[in-house]
Nanobody, 114 residues
Framework: QVQLVESGGGLVQAGGSLRLSCAAS????????MGWYRQAPGKQREPVAS???????AYADSVKGRFTISRDNAKNTVYLQMNSLKPEDTAVYYC????????WGQGTQVTVSS
């Protein structure tokens, strides 16, 4: 079992920045991939960014150049630095960890005002 706890969401004006954190605990030794998803009201959950155990990253086209995913293996924590935020980035952001099954955090709200 893996437990994921997100933090760092909040309200920010367009053009501002936020950093999300996801702390993993439990059976974390075999996590292959960690990432962030988001779900806006009335929309499906969508992938935002991911990072492998070796540090390879991938991003959704909509956030490339603005968001950066990173990880601190010593702290078992993954971060999502979000810059140049837009109102369309407003969503609940979820941390995800993949072993043989996937695990989700509880989500953190990000609201970007225009």
């Amino acid at each position: 079992q893996v437990q994921l706890v997100e933090s760092g969401g909040g309200l920010v004006q367009a053009g501002g920045s936020l950093r999300l954190s996801c702390a993993a605990s439990g059976s974390i030794f075999s996590i292959n991939l960690m990432g962030w998803y988001r779900q806006a009201p009335g929309k499906q959950r969508e992938p935002v960014a991911s990072i492998t155990t070796s540090g390879s990253t991938a991003y959704a086209d909509s956030v490339k150049g603005r968001f950066t995913i990173s990880r601190d293996n010593a702290k078992n924590t993954v971060y999502l630095q979000m810059n140049s935020l837009k109102p369309e980035d407003t969503a609940v952001y979820y941390c995800h960890a993949l072993q043989t099954v996937g695990y989700w955090g509880q989500g953190t709200q990000v609201t970007v005002s225009s």
